[in-house]
């Protein structure tokens, strides 16, 4: 059950922060505290945000769904790769240490890992 519906609960809200970037990127902007960025910047920050998004959450969603562990442990690691470099952002390049959003990638990654782990027993 674990396996299952952990992965789809926390894919789903970074499925639709893809789609928001898409679509609505002012807000997909202002729900992560960001800014948008300019020109062929801009261009960058949200092709490669909605990407992100709509990888990790397609990831964790289907993976989920069809019980396959590697694709969990995909998204769960595209997510949880995410900490490190926020805390090399803020300790090395002056960025602000933003500790909720590394927790929330913490936790979608100790999920993933006990999701796919919690599979490969079963198989």
Same mark, same amino acid.
């Given at each position: $059950?674990? +396996?299952?519906?952990?992965? /789809?609960?926390?894919?789903?809200?970074?499925?639709?922060?893809?789609?928001?970037?898409? !679509?609505?990127? #002012? $807000?997909? +902007?202002?729900?992560? *505290? *960001? #800014?948008?960025?300019?020109?062929? +910047?801009?261009?960058?920050?949200?092709?490669?945000?909605?990407?992100?998004?709509l990888? *990790?959450? !397609?990831?964790? /969603?289907?993976?989920?769904?069809?019980?396959? +562990?590697?694709?969990?442990?995909?998204?769960?690691?595209?997510?949880?790769?995410v900490?490190?470099?926020? /805390?090399?952002?803020?300790?090395?390049?002056?960025?602000?240490?933003?500790?909720?959003?590394?927790?929330?990638?913490?936790?979608?990654?100790?999920?993933?890992? !006990?999701?796919?782990?919690?599979?490969?027993?079963?198989?």
């Amino acid at each position: $059950m674990f +396996a299952k519906f952990g992965p /789809i609960i926390l894919g789903i809200p970074l499925l639709l922060l893809g789609v928001l970037w898409v !679509f609505a990127p #002012e $807000m997909a +902007a202002a729900n992560l *505290s *960001s #800014e948008l960025l300019t020109g062929a +910047a801009l261009t960058t920050q949200i092709g490669d945000s909605a990407a992100f998004f709509l990888g *990790s959450g !397609f990831l964790l /969603i289907v993976g989920g769904l069809r019980g396959n +562990a590697t694709m969990i442990l995909t998204g769960g690691c595209l997510v949880g790769l995410v900490a490190p470099a926020r /805390i090399i952002a803020a300790t090395v390049h002056g960025g602000d240490m933003t500790i909720e959003p590394i927790v929330v990638e913490i936790i979608t990654f100790v999920v993933a890992y !006990f999701a796919a782990r919690q599979l490969n027993a079963a198989a």
